[in-house]
């Protein structure tokens, strides 16, 4: 797996993102929904510029809108986020009804029905992108650390969440890593490794280029995300509003 802040667990071809659409085009909302992860991701980063800027344009959120997808949905990325209230999907990377899949649960752990409902938006929606989109100060990753060092568990089904979570905290003290927001990009890259090891079935869309998977921590001042892993390599942070960026 890849280290935090070195995109890329596995070698990729090396791709092109298209000129990022930060300055707000008036098509927003209107345009082409991406097709592919490399579209798909910049359309997110543009997003996320225009919410961190302060300049959303709220694409997709009018009757018109609601009225056109009613009868069916092509969301271009899924998003397995953290539950965290200040971390909503479509606020946060400025979109709209139809454009995203979320599925959300504490610390972004992957049961069952998560794996179930990210291959679902894959394979019968077509969606080309897999976010795993974690935060810095994340409490789940603070209680599974506090539970783990105390070794007294949480009561009821927390449990689960804690569980989920150990065996990043056990990666970061192999390497070292003790700050909160460390072990927390850590998490988010154990969460995309261990959704293409449980599930054979993203595995092979990732495999045959239909889709990409990428872990991105999201900063609760700021508001903006940093990538932490992406497979295929084919993620990097935001560049800023300028030229084409051959990507690794
Ligand atoms: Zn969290």
Redesign the pocket.
């Known amino acids: 797996m890849s280290r935090p802040g070195s995109p890329g667990t596995r070698p990729g071809p090396e791709l092109t993102l298209p000129a990022p659409t930060t300055g707000a085009p008036l098509d927003v909302g209107t345009a082409p929904a991406p097709t592919n992860p490399e579209q798909a991701l910049a359309e997110l980063h543009a997003g996320n510029r225009r919410f961190v800027t302060g300049t959303p344009r709220h694409p997709n959120q009018d009757a018109g809108h609601r009225a056109a997808v009613a009868d069916g949905q092509h969301p271009f990325a899924v998003i397995v986020g953290?539950?965290?209230s200040r971390?909503a999907a479509e606020i946060i990377f400025d979109r709209g009804l139809g454009d995203l899949f979320v599925v959300r649960t504490?610390?972004h752990t992957i049961g069952p029905e998560v794996l179930g409902s990210v291959e679902y938006a894959v394979t019968v929606l077509g969606t080309p992108l897999i976010v795993v989109l974690?935060?810095d100060s994340?409490?789940?990753?603070q209680a599974a650390r506090a539970a783990d060092a105390t070794g007294t568990p949480p009561a009821g089904h927390l449990c689960a969440v804690v569980d989920a979570v150990v065996p990043s905290l056990r990666r970061a003290a192999a390497e070292g890593v003790e700050d909160i927001d460390g072990i927390v990009d850590i998490h988010i890259a154990y969460t995309v490794e261990a959704m293409l090891g449980r599930s054979a079935v993203l595995a092979a869309e990732v495999a045959a280029g239909r889709c990409g998977v990428v872990g991105m921590s999201y900063r609760l001042t700021a508001g903006e995300v940093r990538t932490v892993a992406a497979v295929p390599a084919l993620a990097v942070d935001a560049p800023e509003p300028a030229a084409s960026v051959a990507l690794a």
Request: hydrophobic fraction near 35%.
């Open positions: 953290c539950s965290d971390l504490a610390g974690g935060h994340c409490g789940a990753v």
